[in-house]
């Protein structure tokens, strides 16, 4: 097997030599993810993390997540992998970085142990792993997961999405932020049967995957909080959007039937303090790259309200001018609103403005 070596962040890593990145890579790596690995770290070390905690990083492939929490962040370190030929590379990449770490060869649903932090991060759903993540979990504990089958997070595999998420999507021009709502839904429903409550802390989407980091809280109070947190997503080809706890059939702006999206997550997809904490630790680091550092200011200034508004759609179903998206921000908040950009889309703005208040600022 002819390796070649990388340097990402602090460490060293060796793979086998690849032209495209697939399922059927003899060992897995892909190098576009180091923008995940970046911000990853980024939040290990915003969460504080305590030498004395366990790190779980339970689908290695090639080990550079694990090595890299090893060398950049703090915490006792766990690679797992089920494939035998990705044991014997992550043994050979600690080697490389004069590193030592607890590496298992096992199912990730057959790992065992209790950990603080676990990080999954399959290729495709993370689904079939929640059920093992969470008997590795604890209360006060961290779940970092995963998600690169946003064809079916975003609509495009509707049946797909029903059978993994157990979840209705919608095809949207919102549908991204959608997708990361559907997931969070699920995990959040999946934790509810250990009597755990989740809090995303931190969620985006970036091409391909959708990246999501959850706070775990144990007690039947505080999963049944959380639980509240689950309803619906309207959509109207007025241009109407909503997220409510109860089901609506007929659009309050237009009065025509509305599409909905069932079971998703309702409320914040961040949390902002730690967000701000994210962007203090990734401002004094030296050796991360830029790109996931501009992701993260923007995730800092996008205000959490849900569902946001793409100009080019509304200008199109409306037949006005085409403002740019700081104009439409600024109009927004004369008239006293919140509104901010969103990394979901550069043409579209987030904001508590009803659909009404959008058409009048986009109207001037």
Known sequence: MELCEFTEGKARIKVPKFEKVTAKTPVFYNPKMAFSRDISVTVMNALKIKDSWKVLDGLSGSGIRGIRYSMETGGEVFLNDHNPAAVRLIAENLKLNSLEATVTKSDF????????????????????????????????????????????????????????????????????????????????????????????????????????YFEIKYGKEKTNNALANIGFAFNCKCGYREVTHEFNSKCPNCNEKLSYSHPIWVSKIKDSEFVTECVKKYESSEFLSKKPLELLKTLQREIDAPLFYDIHELTHIYKTKIPKTEELIKRLGDIGFDASATHFSPVSVKTNATIKDVLRCLDE
């Open 109 to 212: 649903n057959h790992v065992y142990g209790k950990y603080e932090v676990v990080d999954i991060d399959p290729f495709g759903s993370p689904v079939k792993f929640l059920d093992g993540a969470f008997r590795l979990l604890k209360n006060n504990s961290y779940l970092f997961l995963t998600a690169t089958d946003t064809s079916a997070l975003t609509g495009a595999h509707r049946d797909s999405c029903r059978r993994k998420y157990d979840a209705i999507p919608l095809k949207s021009s919102f549908a991204h932020e959608l997708g990361v709502r559907i997931l969070i839904g699920k995990v959040v429903r999946n934790a509810a049967k250990y009597n755990f409550a989740l809090r995303p802390i931190l969620s985006y989407t970036k091409e391909h995957f959708i990246r999501t």
